[in-house]
């Protein structure tokens, strides 16, 4: 059994977690400086990469039960892979400007498509 309000939950923080890489990205870029990978990386990327494996594995649990419109499961593969990567990326001021603000763009949009899509259907 899917649990669609904690794929709702787990969507709302996968979106605060974009917004809050895309702020510490800005930070770093600004400073020029890394965070330190043990103290601040690795504890942001892990609480990230876990909340993506579940949202995506519930996520396509359910896409198997209903059909979402214009959402794939390979969208919802590539968005927790994505938000996984720039979870790490964002510590860094080296990381490619155009590619991590793409990346973050891609991932806020399908993040946003879902959570209008569980609106839908659950009311």
Known sequence: MVEKEKLQRLTDQ?????????????????????????????PFADQVREA?????????????????????????EQTAHNLSDVAVQAFFPKTSYKRFKSHVQSIEFILHNVKAEIARILS
């Open 14 to 42: 996968l979106i605060k977690y974009t917004e809050n890489a895309n702020d510490t990205y800005e930070e770093v870029r600004e400073a020029g400086k890394e965070k330190d990978f043990f103290s601040e990386v690795k």
């Open 52 to 76: 993506c494996m579940e949202w995506e594995t519930g996520m396509k649990e359910w896409m198997k039960e209903i059909e979402f419109r214009h959402l794939f499961p390979e969208q919802i």
